[in-house]
């Protein structure tokens, strides 16, 4: 982090929290939650789920019981906010549940920009005595962001010889180092005091890119940085991403264009992102796919608890004075483990488990920076029910789906989930191979919400103090 106080910085932060108290004395709250994850965990899913499920509980449905008994079932009514002139694209929640509702259904496009949406709550407004004394509003302001560009957080706290050693000490580690054998040996060759030709430059940064994209597509790894060098959102490549790591980079030459582009790189994505956007946010919900992480290997399971550990420890700079006084910064994150359904009823708490190990994070407690950090087992569209398959002669539970290759119906057994990161014998093994489930076919108008697991608890653990 920068140690220098951004004077213009510190009014706009100061704004946010006048704006944040004044709306709270006249009940018209406003709370912010982000929702990233890393690659594949089903971010839009969840996106027109928790959408289409809110504004079916404000029609009197009832598909967040756990959200709706802590606000005293006093919730009336949910519509989206009309658009104004924000510069961001708005969620497009009717397009996705069209993709769903479809015949056959089909899973929505994953998130490739920012994009953002608000939903307005009306709640009655309940006396000390129980009388009711007119209604309160509580405006949702949700953001959705790629998950690659959760992992530039880290960066923030780094140089460039510091990111260039973490870097490639782990392209040369196990499975990692034979995607990345090319790009090595291309760096491994470049004598010390390297010219900064941009030849030399284009042909580095393209070599990592190509990387970053194996490690990510053909190994199922996500500890991948820059994270717009994989997804540059709609400004295309630009020079400002053209750079990688150097092994022990001196001063000059090369390696002083590559320093300075990396910089300018994490000077861009504080300034264009995470201070304008990112702090605003007070709530996080960050979505892994830990089950698919498991059955990709033990290489690309340390790879997910690696970069989890990353952004958990960056997400916990909030809580800071600057912080309460300006009221603004990060103060929830919840860690939810996706695609719960693909687990029978008795492995989801493991799934859990699993994940707050992954996290090192006490459910339910601030942590040292003042961040409250929960964790949960969540399907977003449960797509599944429980059943019992046979494995060796003997009755294991197991889930039961329509598969997405061909529509028919199977019962899966996921194998056992482990409560802690396993010991090296657990990967002797494996896991059965993990398919691609079919999404239930909804109501395109999304009338009667969608079938869920936990998301009305997560949502109580992340907007339920508010509500």
Avoid at 32 to 38: D, I, P, Q, S
Avoid at 238 to 266: C, D, I, K, N, S
Avoid at 371 to 386: F, G, K, N, Q
Avoid at 389 to 408: C, I, Q, Y
Wanted: with cysteine; hydrophobic share 45%; net charge neutral.
């Amino acid at each position: 982090m920068s140690g220098l106080l951004d004077p213009f910085g510190l009014l706009r932060d100061a704004a946010w929290g006048a704006e944040r108290f004044g709306r709270s004395l006249i009940g018209q709250e406003r709370i912010r939650l982000a929702v990233t994850g890393l690659t594949r965990a089903g971010k839009t899913v969840f996106l027109t789920s928790l959408l289409a499920n809110l504004l079916a509980a404000g029609r009197g449905r009832r598909t967040l019981p756990a959200l709706e008994e802590l606000a005293g079932k006093r919730l009336r009514a949910v519509r989206p906010a009309p658009a104004g002139v924000e510069g961001l694209p708005r969620f497009d929640v009717a397009a996705h549940l069209a993709a769903l509702a479809a015949d056959p259904p089909a899973w929505p496009a994953r998130t490739e920009d920012l994009s953002t949406l608000e939903l307005v709550l009306e709640l009655d407004r309940q006396s000390m005595l129980g009388g009711l004394l007119g209604t309160r509003t509580v405006t949702l302001e949700l953001l959705d962001y790629p998950g690659e560009w959760l992992l530039d957080l880290p960066m923030l706290g780094d140089d460039y010889a510091r990111w260039s050693a973490a870097t490639l000490e782990r392209l040369r580690r196990g499975r990692r180092a034979e995607a990345a054998a090319e790009f090595l040996a291309f760096v491994d060759a470049l004598p010390p005091g390297a010219p900064a030709e941009d030849s030399l430059a284009r042909r580095g940064f393209a070599l990592y890119r190509d990387t970053l994209r194996a490690c990510r597509d053909r190994l199922g790894f996500r500890f991948l940085q820059p994270g717009r060098l994989l997804n540059p959102g709609p400004r295309g490549e630009t020079p400002l991403l053209w750079f990688f790591p150097l092994p022990q980079p001196a001063r000059g030459g090369l390696a002083t264009l590559l320093a300075e582009r990396h910089h300018a790189y994490v000077e861009a994505q504080r300034r264009d992102f995470f201070e304008p956007y990112f702090r605003r946010f007070e709530r996080q919900a960050v979505l892994v796919d830990v089950l698919g992480a498991l059955h990709a290997g033990r290489d690309a399971f340390e790879d997910t608890a690696e970069a989890l550990a990353a952004i958990a420890a960056a997400l916990r700079y909030g809580g800071g004075w600057l912080d309460w006084l300006t009221g603004t910064g990060v103060d929830r994150v919840a860690f939810v483990a996706t695609k719960a359904d693909h687990v029978p009823a008795r492995q989801r708490d493991a799934l859990a488990a699993l994940l707050g190990h992954l996290v090192a994070a006490p459910q339910g407690r601030a942590t040292g920076a003042g961040v409250t950090t929960s964790v949960h087992a969540l399907a977003s569209i449960r797509c599944t029910e429980d059943d019992v398959a046979t494995l060796d002669g003997r009755p294991v539970a197991a889930v039961r789906g329509l598969l997405l290759e061909n529509g028919r119906s199977a019962k899966v057994y996921p194998g056992e989930i482990p409560l802690r990161p396993p010991d090296p014998g657990f990967w002797d093994h494996g896991f059965f191979e993990m398919p691609e489930f079919q999404p239930p076919k909804l109501d395109p108008a999304g009338g009667s919400g969608v079938p869920h697991l936990g998301l009305d608890t997560l949502l109580a653990a992340l907007i339920g103090d508010v509500l």
